[in-house]
């Protein structure tokens, strides 16, 4: 074991006999995650054209207003999502892989070489925090629900417009990768021993089947997600600066 040790440490960073592109995908995560990080950062600190109409930025919601905050209320509220899905076991493997080069990829020279130490020293003993930032996070999307109640309401009356349809798509996409979480699925079930025992771990089951089906694609949700709050704010953005026309659907 200790001379394979060697060779390994020996190869280097990204030394590795695979033939495939495996640079591609920890490339591809590098460039898709930094573009949205650029613009959640941008649009944070903008502090302005998160609303129009019925409609509001999930990138500002809930909308909070204090007499002593003077930046933008984005802040006070961005730091959770944030922190999920920093804390999220995909996201990890996922910017791992794509800035920390730790590893790049499965069976290729990492950076560090054997130093790993896992998540038991700071900053990376912070991930334990994923829990209570998935509690944190249910919370936001609570409110990203309400929202889209509030985004049927046009002037007292029920309507719909396209902007309408975009904040509900949204708010579909967060539950999913929200209740697709891996802390979420060992809550609902996976602390048990016994599933059959009761009428009440027969529902856990149940629902802990429902949970492992959203789990299952946890990856494609946190992608689809990460994409559709960007794309939501960007629409409400460039409908409030008249960029872009609402079209009411009835």
């Known amino acids: ?7 390994e440490t020996a190869e280097g960073l990204g030394s590795t006999t695979r033939r495939d592109n495996w640079w591609l995908e920890p490339m591809l995560v590098a460039i898709g995650f930094g ?8 649009r944070a600190l903008e502090g302005q054209y998160y609303e129009w109409g019925p409609y509001l930025s999930p990138f500002y919601s809930p909308k909070l207003s204090f007499d002593w905050w003077k930046w933008s209320p984005a802040i006070l509220i961005l730091w959770i999502p944030a922190g999920f ?48 930032m998935f509690y944190l ?21 029920f309507g719909c417009g396209v902007g309408t349809l975009v904040m509900l798509a949204n708010v579909l ?6 209740f697709g979480c891996h802390a979420w699925r060992h809550l609902v079930g996976g602390k048990l ?10 529902t ?30 960007f629409y ?12 009411r659907l009835f």
């Open 193 to 202: 021993d016994c599933f059959s025992c009761t009428s009440g771990t027969q």
């Open 35 to 42: 573009l949205f990080i650029v613009y959640a950062t941008w």
């Open 1 to 7: 074991m200790e001379a394979t040790k060697r060779t």
């Open 236 to 247: 409400i953005r460039m409908v409030s600066t008249g960029a872009i026309q609402d079209i």
């Open 85 to 132: 899905r920093a804390t999220c076991y995909y996201y990890r493997k996922a910017y791992y892989r794509a800035y920390f080069l730790d590893p790049p990829a499965c069976s290729v020279g990492h950076f560090g070489g054997h130093n790993y130490c896992g998540e038991n020293s700071f900053p990376f003993i912070l991930q334990n925090l994923h829990r209570y």
């Open 173 to 178: 996409f967060l539950s999913a990768y929200t």
């Open 137 to 157: 996070a249910t919370i936001v999307l609570a409110f990203l629900w309400y929202d889209v109640f509030l985004a049927f309401n046009w002037n007292g009356s």
């Open 204 to 233: 856990q089951f149940k629902l802990w089947e429902v949970v492992t089906k959203l789990n299952e694609h946890h990856m494609f949700w946190a992608w689809v997600s990460l994409f559709s709050v960007g794309f939501t704010d």
